[in-house]
Each structure stands twice: as C-alpha cells, then as structure tokens.
C-alpha cells in the first residue's frame, strides 16, 4: 500500500474520531437539556403547590374557627362581653384576658377578691373579653379552646367559677395543656353541676370558637397593647403602678356617689 494511501485512510479514521467526539458531545447536552428541563418543570409544580398551600393558611380567622355563635346572655358591641355583676351596677370594669397569660393570672390573683367583693355588693359590673393572645405569640389552641370552654361553661350559667378555676390552675405559659379538651373537661369538675353532657359536646364542637376568634379581632382592633387590659372610665389602670386593691375599691365606691 502506498504512503499515499495509507495517509488517506488515516485522515478518514481521524474525521470519524472528530465525528463520534462530536456526537458524544451532542447527546450529553441533549440529555442535559432533558433533566433540567425535568427540574424546571418538578420546580414549577412545587412552586405553584406552594402558593395553593400558602394562599389556603391564609383564611380569615372567623371564617377558619366556624360560625359566630356567642355565649347565652353576652352583651356590648357584636355581643362580645360575657358581664359578671348586676346591670344596676354604676361602675363598670372592662377586662381582657387570655387563659394562657401569666400577667392575666397575676392580675386575677391579686384583684379577685376585691372584685367579687365588689360585683357581690352590687357596687360594680365586670365586662369579660377574651382574646388569644398566646396562642399567637407561643402557637397552640389552648387560648381558644379555654376561652371556647369559659363560654360553654358561660352558657351553662356557671362562667365566674369556672373562670376562677381556669387561672388558679394554668398551666406554664410555654404548656399548651388548654389545647387538650379533655383537660378542660376535666377541671370543670371542679365547678358544681358544670360537668354535663350538653357541656361537653360543647367543649369538644368548639361551639363558640368563631365567637372567640372575633372577640380577638376586637382586641387587636381596639389597638391594645397585651393582656391583661382592664379599663375603668376608659383607662387602663393595670398600668398604673400605684394600683391596688384597695385603691381600685375606693376608685369605684367614689365614682359610685357621683
């Protein structure tokens, strides 16, 4: 075989190597392109699941807890104050509480017996207002499923004791145990003839939760600063240090002769 050809076939096997490199090259971007555009597209479907997912926890509050019944004899504004005292009452104290708050707990520790003192005698009325603050700060439902339970218990004509009974016993404020329906079940055993099966069925339907969740649109609206807020003459006297007791009886006994 001459040089000459040899060098020829030499070429040709040289050119089929560029093409075959060339084709190897081709079929990988090929398959590159496939993959990604796999990705892209898997990407695009997470993206718009996670718009529907986002769009869908983004329901009105009210609207998500159920309709807005309120409590048997609840009064104010949208019937959103559950009253504990006599309407003839001159001196009227607004307070909003949250069943999870420490501050609320100290406060009713502190005031409650100048307050049945007071409610008794027939000297002031007591505006209740429940709100679910924690429940948004620390997550969990046990501000709305204890304030569902006050309600009920409210329905039941016993709210003042089992009010009384859900502070004395809160639990720490990171401890969801409110959320546990069947504790709150369980502590209105404490409230003589509270425990009955219309109770129950209404602690376990969340009978009132829509009606709690707009008691705490109210309290966000009204532009409060936390809980508790008690108001007297539309001031917050928890704010003032110099609050007592006793000062808060005399406030109302003097605002009583006027």
Not at 68 to 97: F, H, R, Y
Not at 154 to 176: I, R, S
Not at 222 to 249: C, H, W
Request: net charge positive.
């Amino acid at each position: 075989m001459s040089d000459k050809n040899r060098e020829g076939k030499r070429t040709a096997r040289e050119k089929l190597a560029v093409e075959r490199e060339k084709q190897k090259s081709a079929d990988k971007r090929r398959r590159a392109l496939i993959v990604g555009g796999a990705v892209v597209a898997v990407l695009g479907l997470a993206a718009v699941i996670g718009v529907v997912a986002a769009n869908a926890g983004k329901e009105d509050d009210s609207e998500a807890s159920g309709p807005v019944v309120a409590p048997s004899g609840a009064q104010g504004k949208d019937g959103l104050a559950i009253p504990v005292g006599k309407d003839s009452a001159k001196s009227t104290l607004t307070v909003w509480e949250d069943f999870r708050c420490p501050a609320c707990k100290s406060f009713e520790t502190t005031y409650r017996p100048v307050i049945h003192e007071l409610t008794k005698a027939g000297e002031l009325k007591v505006e209740y207002h429940l709100v679910t603050l924690i429940d948004g700060n620390m997550r969990g439902t046990g501000s709305r499923n204890a304030a569902n339970a006050a309600a009920c218990a409210q329905d039941a004509g016993k709210y003042p004791a089992y009010h009384d009974v859900l502070f004395d016993n809160q639990p720490p404020e990171v401890d969801d145990a409110y959320a546990d329906n069947d504790k709150l079940i369980e502590l209105a055993g404490k409230v003589d003839g509270l425990d009955t099966p219309a109770f129950r069925k209404c602690v376990q339907n969340g009978t009132h939760n829509g009606w709690v969740a707009k008691s705490h649109q109210a309290f966000n609206k009204g532009g409060f600063s936390g809980t508790p807020t008690v108001l007297f003459k539309g001031e917050n006297i928890y704010q003032d240090r110099a609050m007592t007791p006793a000062k808060l009886k005399q406030m109302v006994l003097e605002a009583n002769k006027g």
